[in-house]
């Protein structure tokens, strides 16, 4: 594929490189993505720059534009795709140079909901902005979110129901959670279809999310204000 | 080819569809979680009464309780060995229902989306799409369905897998996708792109149009821009009795008999032939919609303006066809290259 002119990633200089990567996100282009990456770690960036300077800023354009209508899910789904394969470069190196790590989600759909495909989504989008999503899947009694909590040392529970029969089960887990005293320990997100922000409110969970870019952003200011907190 | 459907779209200018299938049978003791296709087998009174309600409210047509009976949905269940079965039944229970109606009465087997995700980005291949809805169509028309009934698709490669499945089964059929997110599918698809999408299928289907989706001012917008293609294939509206709300720990559509009974003439109005409800829509709309559409003359079709006026807000500013249906910016595309 090498046109005449054809942009070589490597003689870019870091700031149109970077440029260059978050069109090529947007563009959902995973090779150039991973080669990109590569570029800028051998560059000496830090795993922790690449990620959140090139890869999680590039992100947040496409959550943006899926938010306001432009993108729709396919376009997304393919920028996610670009932004794993960078992420799967920079794990190792993240966890190897303790870098800051965005946060933990564990996600699943609530007892009695078998509809997945809106928390299969969000689970797309937050590992795309650079979370680490533990997906615990369809019809989840209290139990699985509490057992999955605890095991990952998450830092944000994800829950979603697509059926108003099942979305008051959201509030059976958040009130199990204060009982058991762990209710603070968590950012508690909720979405799907049929649930707004009054629902989300009544129940008692930190946010309600309209679509799986404003829970990325959603998780993104609630843990860099758990960070401030911890920091105070 | 004819059939029930068929012949009831030629004899007459606007048929009632059914209402809600999930939110009745919940009412009726289903628990959710549970696929309400087992029911076919383990309560097929109670799917016997389902349809029994449609056909009392003065439906001409209603969907077999089938929705989630493809091979994709049912393994969530470890039940996707029982697709025929339970895909026969769901038909035969309501051929049953329909040929005690003392009138014609179309019975559809409803087809739902299989939930997965095309690939590259998901597993879901063509071939493997058609193969799932294909088995699923031979258990319904096995079981003396009128037609298939494809409903609630966001995503363009499942409406055509869905047709080619309809063609392998040698059933006609119609085809609905749900229009909810700024007035597009989930997949971004628009109502313009699934009129032009129709008539490029080499089966296109009886009838098509929009289901599901927000509430009905959402939907029927989204049936002013099929109308606004020129179609001259009969339109369909399924929308909601209005949208979910939350109550003291209850949950119950905000669309009330008289707005559904509006919104069906408002349907009738703006060209929709096949007129119906989702979820939400109990047997008291039903009711009211076929009282509506049988006492009120014509009107002219209405304005955007009428429909929000009757109806409530849409829920977006734009449904992405019109004036405004480039996208608000271009894709910036590849500079290299």
Known sequence: ?232 | MTNTLSRLLKSRDWLLADGATGTNLFNMGLSSGEPPEMWNVEHPDRIAKLYGFAVEAGSDLFLTNSFGGNAARLKLHNAQGRVRELNRIAAEIGRNVADKAGRPVAVCGSVGPTGEIFAPMGTLTHELAVEIFHEQAEGLKEGGADVLWVETISAPEEYKAAAEAARLAGMDWCGTMSFDTAGRTMMGVTSAQMSALVEKLPNPPLAFGANCGVGAADLMRTLMGFVATGTERPLIAKGNAGIPKYHDGHIHYDGTPELMGDYACLARDAGATIIGGCCGTMPVHLKAMHEALSTRPRGPRPSLEEITAKLGAFSSASDGTGDDDGAGRERRGRRRG
């Open chain 1, 1 to 232: 594929m090498a046109d005449e002119d054809d942009i070589i990633l490597s003689e870019l200089d870091d700031e149109e490189l970077v440029q260059q990567m978050h069109d090529d996100l947007y563009d959902g282009l995973k090779e150039e993505i991973e080669e990109a990456v590569n570029i800028l770690i051998a560059r000496g960036w830090t795993p922790y720059d690449v990620l959140t300077k090139a890869l999680v800023a590039g992100m947040t354009v496409v959550g943006n534009d899926f938010r306001d209508g432009i993108l729709f899910v396919p376009e997304v789904l393919l920028a996610a795709n670009a932004m794993k394969g960078g992420m799967a470069i920079l794990k190792p190196l993240l966890a190897e140079t303790g870098a800051p790590r965005m946060g933990k989600m564990v996600i699943g759909t609530v007892k009695g909901d078998i509809h997945d495909i809106g928390k299969n989504l969000v689970a797309m989008m937050m590992e795309g902005a650079g979370f680490e999503v533990v997906d615990i899947g369809i019809n989840n009694p209290v139990e699985n979110y509490l057992e999955a909590l605890d095991r990952e040392g998450a830092d944000i529970l994800g829950m979603s129901a697509l059926l108003t029969t099942t979305m008051p089960y959201m509030k059976v887990v958040i009130d199990t959670m204060k009982e058991k005293g762990i209710r603070d320990n968590y950012i508690v997100l909720v979405g799907g279809a049929p649930l707004n922000e009054e629902f989300g409110k009544a129940i008692g969970a930190d946010a309600y999310c309209r679509d799986a870019a404003v829970t990325v952003e959603m998780a993104k200011a609630m843990v860099a204000r758990k960070h401030n907190q911890m920091g105070a």
